[in-house]
């Protein structure tokens, strides 16, 4: 088997670290790592595999020419900067940040719904919205089989979703103090507020499901909205979907559909209070879907409860399910 030379940027992040714990739990083929952070990380020891790596400071002359495939998670103000200097040393660039998603020409892949998007790609390949990601394989089965004529998200979105520091805020209300990242005390609360408010009175985190769902199902006109809501939980987002479909469709034949897709699981039995719940899919890579019922109220309307790893399947193991599909289309 061929192995690649794979860096990654943001090595001592949360998802960074989580990137390091993916590629060995999938056994990713490696020949070389590079491990990139700031000059505040630089030095820093990180082990995997057996070996002792040496965080390498983020700057221009640092950038390799052998590198196959690089893993950016390091916002998107770093994405902007190194994404094309990475890209124009000539590697492929994976890039978990917001700023390249929206970009006409990049792809924005969940692997099970759209992998085609990576055919032709120009060496950056955008990783979605955590929240978007375990949302889009179950509206692709629902696309294909009945197609999609509404969708409203409500999000339950644990602090991991703010990386380390929203953390560090649950944990600091827990003993009393007060939260330096978010505007409220999140432990006990629910804070409505996930992303800066835009001039439609949405968040930010609201417009990027609406516009990243459209764009990675290819269909721009689908009506969507969100609202998403910060809980105080720690790890495992959770959505709320409303849908209404284009056909008329049998609940047990959806339920089958589901239970087909790779990827999803399905946890959907009432009577022995059975469903998803983020303490469960904490450290697991699949989509968990229950709660599936008729929405009683419109002509083929359904809703559902998915409930996903947020920093896993949500961020990491996405990004490198990508650069797996990269290799396994021989487009890298």
Not at 25 to 49: D, H, T
Not at 133 to 144: H, S, T
Not at 169 to 198: C, M, T, W
């Amino acid at each position: 088997m061929k192995k690649y030379n794979v860096a990654i940027v943001g090595a001592t992040g949360l998802v960074g670290r989580t990137f390091l714990k993916v590629l060995k739990e999938r056994n990713f083929p490696i020949e070389n790592l590079y491990l990139y952070a700031s000059k505040r990380s630089a030095g820093k020891i990180v082990e995997f595999g057996g070996k002792n790596y040496t965080v390498i400071e983020l700057k221009d002359e640092n950038i390799r020419e052998d590198i196959h495939i690089a893993l950016f998670s390091a916002g998107g103000g770093i994405s902007l900067e190194f994404a094309p200097k990475f890209r124009d040393r000539g590697a492929v660039v994976v890039d978990n940040s917001s700023a390249w998603r929206m970009e006409k020409d990049i792809p924005l892949v969940v692997p099970e719904a759209n992998p085609e998007a990576l055919d032709g790609h120009k060496g950056i390949i955008a990783n979605c919205n955590c929240s978007t990601i375990q949302v889009i394989p179950v509206l692709k089965v629902l696309q294909d089989k009945y197609g999609l004529k509404r969708v409203v998200f409500s999000t339950y979105q644990a602090v991991a979703g703010s990386g380390q520091k929203g953390i560090d805020d649950l944990e600091a209300n827990l003993r009393g103090e007060p939260s330096k990242g978010y505007p409220h005390q999140i432990a006990f609360n629910l804070i409505p507020h996930i992303d800066v408010f835009l001039d439609n009175g949405y968040t930010k985190e609201e417009m990027k499901m609406v516009q990243e769902t459209r764009k990675i199902l290819n269909l721009p006109d689908l009506r969507v909205t969100a609202t998403c809501v910060r809980v105080p939980v720690r790890m495992g987002h959770a959505v709320s979907i409303n849908v209404e479909l284009e056909k008329h469709f049998d609940l047990k034949d959806v339920i089958k559909a589901f239970e087909e897709k790779e990827g999803v699981i399905v946890r959907d039995d009432v009577s022995e209070n059975i469903y998803p719940m983020p303490i469960e899919a904490a450290g697991t890579d699949e989509i968990y879907v229950g709660r599936i019922r008729r929405d009683e109220s419109v002509e083929s309307g359904l809703n559902l409860w998915v409930v996903a790893d947020n920093i896993r399947k949500g961020a990491a193991t996405n990004t490198i399910q990508i650069a797996e599909t990269l290799i396994k289309k021989g487009v890298i």
